[in-house]
Nanobody, 122 residues
């Protein structure tokens, strides 16, 4: 039973930073793709960043240079460091996992999702 639990969301002023965490459990696959996604009210869920089991990372253009995805294998946790936050980054943020990285920042490529953590930038 795959379980993903996000944490670290909150409210911050524009230009500030937050670090999101995604704790994973319930699977033992060594090869995987872990993605971060976000969804604002009235908008479709969009990809933000992804990291493969070998450390290869992917970012969408809107967050390049501001967000950093990383992982701690020992803690089974992935992180999303978000700097220089903007009001347009406001959304519910979700982590997701899939066993093959066919489309790292595409939501429909993932089958396992966390419940999300809210990020509000004002």
């Amino acid at each position: 039973h795959v379980q993903l639990v996000e944490s670290g969301g909150g409210s911050v002023q524009a230009g500030g930073s937050l670090r999101l965490s995604c704790a994973a459990s319930g699977y033992t696959y060594r090869q995987y793709c872990m993605g971060w996604f976000r969804q604002a009210p009235g908008k479709e869920r969009e990809g933000v960043a992804a990291i493969e089991s070998d450390g290869k990372v992917h970012y969408v253009d809107s967050v390049k240079g501001r967000f950093t995805i990383s992982q701690d294998h020992a803690k089974h946790t992935r992180y999303l460091q978000m700097d220089s936050l903007r009001p347009e980054d406001t959304a519910m943020y979700y982590c997701a996992v899939e066993w093959h990285c066919t489309a790292p920042t595409t939501a429909r490529a993932y089958n396992y999702w966390g419940q999300g953590t809210q990020v509000t930038v004002s």
